[in-house]
């Protein structure tokens, strides 16, 4: 199976999709691409390390959002993935991409959804007070960060914890769910049915 990961930034759940293809986690599957919005992006870099096709689609090449999902589209499917893994990719996508993608495109987003969507979320959580905070894997539909959850994974909130504590111990748990939720949709115990996900039969 192929995977195509799109990126912003660092890219550790990259990484950590990279290494679930080869030590098991993920069967029969490699990452066939990378793309970024952001030249400078690191994870560029890990891709690079790992023999990967990687490549940047820059939105200030495209007139306007229609055009640049629209060559972003076309860029992916030349892989003929299985998969899209939204890995830290911070553009809003349009109805159009996502429907292309419907049932086939995932995303990871750091708060127990449907609490803290959008940005800053450890900020967000710390500031209210929560003692837990977390991540949750999602089928990406046309609304932000709206789409079926699929697994999430919760993290203690201690007084004393800065929010770069906290972003690191919601890393360590997305590096674990979103190889285990990919290896889940490549296998095909998980899918989307009337807007739920569905694993092994029974809805989420
Ligand atoms: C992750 O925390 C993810 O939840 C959010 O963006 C971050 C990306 O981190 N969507 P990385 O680039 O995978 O290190």
Request: net charge negative; with cysteine; aromatic share 6%.
């Given at each position: 199976h192929?995977?195509?990961?799109?990126?912003?930034?660092?890219?550790?759940?990259?990484?950590?999709?990279?290494?679930?293809?080869?030590?098991?986690?993920?069967?029969?599957?490699?990452?066939?691409?990378?793309?970024?919005?952001?030249?400078?992006?690191?994870?560029?870099?890990?891709?690079?390390?790992?023999?990967i096709?990687?490549?940047c689609?820059?939105?200030?090449?495209?007139?306007?959002?229609?055009?640049?999902?629209?060559?972003?589209?076309?860029?992916?499917?030349?892989?003929?993935?299985?998969?899209?893994?939204?890995a830290?990719?911070?553009?809003?996508?349009?109805?159009n991409?996502?429907?292309?993608?419907?049932?086939r495109?995932?995303?990871?987003?750091?708060?127990?959804?449907?609490?803290?969507?959008?940005?800053?979320?450890?900020?967000?959580?710390?500031d209210?007070?929560?003692?837990?905070?977390?991540?949750?894997?999602?089928?990406?539909?046309?609304?932000?960060?709206?789409?079926?959850?699929?697994?999430?994974?919760?993290?203690?909130?201690?007084?004393?914890?800065?929010?770069?504590?906290?972003?690191?111990?919601?890393?360590?748990?997305?590096?674990?769910?979103?190889?285990?939720?990919?290896?889940?949709?490549?296998?095909?115990?998980?899918?989307?049915?009337?807007?739920?996900?569905?694993?092994?039969?029974?809805?989420?």
């Amino acid at each position: 199976h192929n995977i195509v990961v799109l990126i912003s930034g660092n890219g550790s759940n990259l990484q950590a999709i990279i290494d679930g293809c080869s030590n098991g986690i993920i069967n029969n599957s490699q990452v066939a691409a990378v793309i970024s919005n952001k030249a400078d992006a690191y994870g560029l870099k890990r891709a690079q390390r790992a023999n990967i096709d990687n490549l940047c689609v820059t939105a200030t090449d495209y007139a306007n959002r229609q055009d640049y999902d629209q060559a972003l589209m076309e860029k992916i499917d030349a892989y003929q993935p299985d998969v899209i893994i939204l890995a830290g990719f911070m553009r809003i996508l349009s109805a159009n991409f996502v429907n292309h993608y419907q049932g086939r495109m995932l995303n990871i987003h750091p708060s127990l959804l449907p609490k803290y969507s959008g940005l800053n979320t450890h900020q967000r959580a710390i500031d209210a007070g929560d003692k837990e905070h977390g991540t949750s894997v999602h089928f990406v539909t046309e609304q932000l960060d709206g789409g079926p959850v699929i697994l999430q994974a919760k993290v203690p909130i201690f007084t004393e914890d800065s929010v770069d504590d906290v972003i690191e111990r919601v890393q360590q748990q997305e590096h674990k769910i979103y190889p285990l939720v990919t290896q889940w949709l490549l296998s095909q115990r998980l899918s989307m049915q009337n807007g739920y996900a569905v694993l092994d039969g029974n809805r989420l």
